[in-house]
């Protein structure tokens, strides 16, 4: 089993930041890839944000440039910096995380998903 918590989300300015943070815990032997997804209302869950074991990062066009994910390999955690935001930034934020897990026959991959923190960008 592996948990997720997500904290960092909030009401915003257009323009202001946030720092969303999730950290992993449970019998986790290693975390490869981590990312930062995003829902708003009404539409499909969307990759705002992806790094993976070695550090290489990825994002989308609309939010290139102005988020930056960052991981902490000893604390099993993952940020996103959110900077310039726009309403249009405005969802339920959730972390997933890959790795693998220690089970009693060895280990396990696992594939997690945070429980999701609001972020609403409103003036």
């Known amino acids: 089993q592996v948990q997720l918590v997500e904290s960092g989300g909030g009401l915003v300015q257009p323009g202001g930041s946030l720092r969303l943070s999730c950290a992993a815990s449970g019998s986790i032997i290693l975390i490869n890839a981590m990312g930062w997804y995003r829902q708003a209302p009404g539409k499909q869950r969307e990759l705002v944000a992806g790094i993976t074991s070695g550090g290489s990062t990825n994002y989308p066009d609309s939010v290139k440039g102005r988020f930056t994910i960052s991981r902490d390999n000893a604390k099993n955690t993952v940020y996103l910096q959110m900077n310039s935001l726009k309403p249009e930034d405005t969802a339920v934020y959730y972390c997933?995380?890959?790795?693998?897990?220690?089970?009693?026959?060895?280990?396990?991959?696992?594939?997690?998903w945070g429980q999701g923190t609001q972020v609403t960008v409103s003036s």
């Open positions: 997933n995380v890959e790795g693998l897990i220690a089970t009693i026959k060895g280990s396990t991959p696992f594939n997690s």
